[in-house]
């Protein structure tokens, strides 16, 4: 058995990530921590996952999508969102239809059921988002909005 090895000096390139200063782990951090205090209210009272929820949010806006094209649109997994969507359409807030007789592709869209689910939570979601935007001033919000814009680039995200 070998000795342990020394952590390398701070400044190397191997060196210990030091998470609670990198970047994709904050990000991941503060997007869970708000996510969840959202999530806890409409988990509560309408029995829905942040995967669902999310789901729905994107089929809101964006009318008869395909699961793939859910998926890209809100960069989730495949199988979480296939899962989510299940469960929607089991719970009647979604529905799956096939896009012009090919058995192949589906095309989804939110059900009454599912719009009123929508009708309750986006306003929870907004609210939510207000609180925590509020720490910031005007100028600050801009800029949180203008740096996440940049970031963005070219990564694949879509409006």
Do not use: C
Request: hydrophobic share 45%; aromatic share 6%.
């Amino acid at each position: 058995m070998s000795p342990p090895r020394r952590p390398a000096p701070a400044d190397a390139e191997h060196a210990p990530l030091e998470l609670e200063r990198f970047l994709p782990y904050r990000l991941s951090i503060l997007s869970n921590t708000i996510s969840q205090a959202i999530a806890d209210d409409y988990q509560r009272h309408y029995d829905l996952s942040v995967t669902e929820w999310r789901v729905m949010a994107v089929l809101a806006r964006f009318h008869g999508l395909s699961a793939r094209e859910v998926s890209e649109r809100t960069a989730m997994d495949k199988v979480a969102v296939s899962r989510a969507l299940a469960r929607l359409v089991a719970a009647g807030r979604v529905h799956r239809a096939t896009h012009h007789g090919d058995k192949r592709r589906s095309v989804l869209s939110l059900t009454e059921a599912g719009w009123a689910v929508h009708d309750a939570v986006a306003p929870m979601a907004r609210s939510h988002e207000r609180a925590v935007l509020k720490k910031l001033d005007a100028e600050e919000r801009a800029w949180l909005v203008r740096i996440l814009d940049k970031l963005e680039q070219g990564l694949g995200n879509r409006e």
